[in-house]
């Protein structure tokens, strides 16, 4: 490549520019869900800093906002064909995602996260919140009767599996060799907003059912009440 550095990042720029002027004229976006899903994630961090009985609580609080700005912005990536970069960061929507669950009840966790760079492990988290006797104790805790898992296990880690794959670079998720590479593509679109959709509606309905909020939810944003059930 015989072209200047900056001409090589103006090109860029012309076309993923390009890509979403591509997007913005699609005639279904099917981005509604999302929104609201993320829309009530973040209103989940609000309620529950009203709630808060701990310090370790804070930290847990701000994973909420950020879970919403990844997923805001995980959709603007995709919307211009940057599919690996969406899929990066959806990953990382689904790993906080989980560590706002599992944190809540693991003080100790939260603050070795938050102050020592302690690692968590998404099949350890999903593996603990979805155990018999964390499904007890929110039960017990919320007088209700949740049955089985409150997030599906093989669905999740299927699905953290394909993120991962992109994220650790498997020749399958390369793109640089693809004739349409970097270009948009509806299909690809289409697909990534299921898995976004998925993802985040998935653990919206976990934070649902951990913290018993569907009444306080619902009433701020009733049109979420048919796309949760």
Known sequence: MNKEPCQVMVELNQKFNGNFEKWKVLGEKNIGNTFLS?????????????????????????????????????LYLASNAMDKPA????????????????????????????????????????SHINSKGYISYVNEENNSCVEGELISS??????????????????????????????????????FVKLIEEVVLMLLKAYLDRFDLEEEIFEKLPQAKKMVR
């Open 87 to 126: 899929n990066i960061v959806l990953r990382r929507v689904f790993e906080l995602g989980l560590a706002a669950l599992y944190l809540w009840d693991m003080p100790h966790m939260a603050f070795s996260w938050d102050q020592h760079d302690q690692d968590l492990s998404f099949s350890e988290m999903l």
């Open 154 to 191: 093989k669905r999740a880690q299927e699905i953290y599996g394909i993120l991962s794959d992109i994220v650790h670079g498997k020749i399958a998720t390369f793109e640089s060799s693809m004739a349409d590479r970097f270009k948009f593509v509806k299909g690809d679109w289409e697909d």
């Open 38 to 74: 993320l829309q009530c994630v973040a209103l989940v961090g609000e309620i529950l800093g009203k709630r808060k009985h701990s310090k370790h609580h804070d930290i847990c609080c701000k994973i909420y906002d950020e879970i919403f700005s990844d997923g805001v912005a995980a």
